[in-house]
């Protein structure tokens, strides 16, 4: 199991940046997938990207292509989500995720709350 911790949410006006960060421990992290995904108010939780153990490989949503960025240093077992040109829609709790045995995603954070407001 690997457990992780999010941190880096906050309140920011529309146009701002947040940058979130994703520690893990526990089992070995640098061959997992790493993903991020959010839960809007009364929404379901939705994908918004995931990167893979070499950070080469990275998917994103379309409606955050150009604005988010996914990274990671394996070193310091963490992954990233930079996110730029933040919109109230992009509200929501952030939460990182890692992705085990079958391409499932098993292991989760907590969640941090990012707001937008416009």
């Known amino acids: 199991q690997v457990q992780l911790v999010e941190s880096g949410g906050g309140l920011v006006q529309a146009g701002g940046s947040l940058r979130l960060s994703c520690t893990a421990s526990g089992r070995t992290f640098r061959t997992n997938v790493m993903g991020w995904f959010r839960r809007a108010p009364g929404k379901e939780r939705e994908y918004v990207g995931s990167?893979?153990?070499?950070?080469?490989?990275?998917i994103y949503l379309d409606s955050v292509k150009g604005r988010f960025t996914i990274s990671r240093d394996n070193a310091k077992n963490a992954v990233y989500l930079q996110m730029s040109s933040l919109k109230p829609e992009d509200t929501g709790v952030y939460y990182c995720a890692a992705q085990g045995v079958g391409s499932i995603w098993s292991d989760w954070g907590q969640g941090t709350q990012v707001t937008v407001s416009s």
């Open positions: 990167i893979t153990w070499s950070g080469t490989g990275r």
